[in-house]
């Protein structure tokens, strides 16, 4: 593959992997002006969009508003996540997120590259002995989330029973993939390819603390982008952390923008 500017690479991303492939896996959809509204479990709801049309502050705060009073109506729903990109056209998103309640979290690195470029051989620790496999099972499902909390400092809720649930569909849109050590999982991750597009997504990469540093994410990674190819995925992204973006830089990924989660939580 030629290698693509980053301007071409996010012209590619937000065509292909905005809006409705970011819902795929939702229980629910419902467009509301320029934006999706979705529902995982029926407790999660999460809004996305390509653009927002060209909107002005005031007509921004007015859909904020509606989208609150749409989940809030529905008593089932206790968090709601409202995704930003830093290169989206906005005015005044963020004053109007934070006066409905929506709390910031950290940015993280829009990162993009070529799944061959990370499907390479890592040397692992001699010491320990790496096993590195893909999962179905519900016991490692919830094992691995387990992981994935404690590594995230936060657990994510019901978050074991949605994959569970996506594994059950038979769509084979998901891949999970865990590190183990002695039988412990120390690090996490999974892939899912976005069917139609160019790209598989890399989501859920996390290690515990005290296996850090050690080449263990970069060989699960490497698992990962392999399995891709397979695929015939041929471009990779992933929302990442400082941890993993340089992980990511040395592979030959750039980063074309930034996101930052709002999330509103019922109180």
């Given at each position: 593959?030629?290698?693509?500017?980053?301007?071409d690479?996010?012209d590619?991303?937000d065509?292909?992997l905005?809006d409705e492939?970011?819902?795929?896996s939702?229980?629910?959809r419902e467009r509301?002006?320029?934006?999706?509204?979705?529902?995982?479990r029926?407790?999660?709801g999460?809004?996305t969009?390509?653009?927002?049309?060209?909107?002005?502050?005031a007509r921004?705060?007015q859909l904020v508003?509606e989208?609150?009073?749409h989940?809030?109506?529905?008593?089932?729903i206790?968090?709601?996540e409202?995704?930003t990109?830093g290169?989206d056209?906005?005015?005044?998103l963020?004053?109007a997120?934070?006066?409905?309640g929506?709390?910031?979290?950290?940015p993280e690195?829009?990162?993009i590259?070529?799944?061959a470029?990370?499907a390479v051989?890592?040397?692992l620790?001699?010491?320990?002995?790496?096993e590195?496999?893909?999962?179905?099972?519900?016991?490692d499902?919830?094992r691995?989330?387990?992981?994935?909390?404690?590594?995230f400092?936060?657990?994510v809720?019901?978050?074991?029973?949605?994959?569970?649930d996506?594994?059950?569909?038979?769509r084979?849109?998901?891949?999970?993939?865990?590190?183990?050590?002695?039988g412990?999982v120390?690090?996490?991750?999974?892939?899912e390819p976005v069917v139609?597009?160019?790209?598989a997504?890399l989501?859920?990469?996390?290690?515990l603390?005290?296996w850090?540093?050690?080449?263990?994410?970069?060989?699960l990674t490497a698992?990962?982008?392999r399995?891709?190819?397979?695929?015939?995925?041929?471009?990779?992204?992933?929302d990442s952390?400082e941890?993993?973006?340089?992980?990511?830089e040395?592979?030959?990924f750039?980063?074309?923008?930034?996101?930052?989660?709002?999330?509103?939580r019922?109180?």
């Amino acid at each position: 593959m030629t290698d693509l500017s980053p301007a071409d690479l996010l012209d590619r991303y937000d065509a292909q992997l905005r809006d409705e492939a970011e819902l795929v896996s939702a229980e629910t959809r419902e467009r509301h002006g320029p934006v999706l509204w979705g529902v995982y479990r029926g407790v999660r709801g999460f809004v996305t969009y390509r653009d927002l049309g060209g909107l002005d502050a005031a007509r921004i705060e007015q859909l904020v508003q509606e989208t609150l009073e749409h989940y809030r109506s529905d008593e089932r729903i206790t968090r709601v996540e409202w995704k930003t990109r830093g290169h989206d056209v906005a005015p005044g998103l963020h004053d109007a997120l934070v006066t409905q309640g929506f709390v910031p979290g950290a940015p993280e690195s829009v990162m993009i590259g070529e799944a061959a470029k990370l499907a390479v051989d890592v040397p692992l620790p001699d010491a320990e002995t790496v096993e590195l496999r893909r999962v179905e099972s519900e016991a490692d499902v919830r094992r691995l989330c387990e992981a994935a909390d404690e590594a995230f400092g936060e657990a994510v809720p019901g978050m074991a029973e949605e994959l569970l649930d996506r594994l059950a569909l038979g769509r084979d849109d998901m891949e999970l993939w865990v590190a183990e050590i002695d039988g412990q999982v120390v690090c996490t991750g999974r892939i899912e390819p976005v069917v139609g597009t160019e790209f598989a997504g890399l989501w859920g990469g996390a290690t515990l603390a005290q296996w850090r540093g050690r080449g263990i994410y970069r060989a699960l990674t490497a698992a990962r982008a392999r399995s891709a190819l397979r695929r015939g995925a041929t471009l990779l992204h992933s929302d990442s952390t400082e941890h993993s973006r340089p992980i990511l830089e040395r592979s030959g990924f750039v980063k074309v923008t930034t996101t930052t989660p709002y999330v509103w939580r019922r109180p």
